[in-house]
């Protein structure tokens, strides 16, 4: 099992800025890839931003060049930076852990965290 615990979620004016952090704990072996996801009210879960092991990134069209992914693979952390905020970011952020079991992908979640972008 991985644990997931998020933090850095909060009210923000549009044009600012706020960053998350995850912390994985338990057992974050195996562990291919980390990322985050995002639910706003009334709408699918949508990816948002991922980074393999490797370093590898992609991002949802709507925030690229305003977000960054980051990674500590050895304190097993990611973070989002998220700068330029619009109120169509407004949503609930969740950290991802995709893990190798059994050589097939498990994905985790941590509990989300409320980004709120007022216009």
């Known amino acids: 099992q991985v644990q997931l615990v998020e933090s850095g979620g909060g009210l923000v004016q549009a044009g600012g800025s706020l960053r998350l952090s995850c912390a994985a704990s338990?057992?974050?072996?195996?562990?291919?890839?980390m990322a985050w996801y995002r639910q706003a009210q009334g709408k699918q879960r949508e990816l948002v931003a991922r980074?393999?092991?490797?370093?590898?990134?992609n991002y949802a069209d709507s925030v690229k060049g305003r977000f960054t992914i980051s990674r500590d693979n050895a304190k097993n952390t990611v973070d989002l930076q998220m700068n330029s905020l619009k109120p169509e970011d407004t949503a609930v952020y969740y950290c991802?852990?995709?893990?190798?079991?059994?050589?097939?992908?498990?994905?985790?979640w941590g509990q989300g965290t409320q980004v709120t972008v007022s216009s």
């Open positions: 338990g057992s974050t072996f195996a562990i291919a890839g």
């Open positions: 980074m393999t092991n490797s370093g590898t990134t």
């Open positions: 991802n852990a995709n893990r190798i079991n059994l050589g097939l992908p498990v994905d985790y």
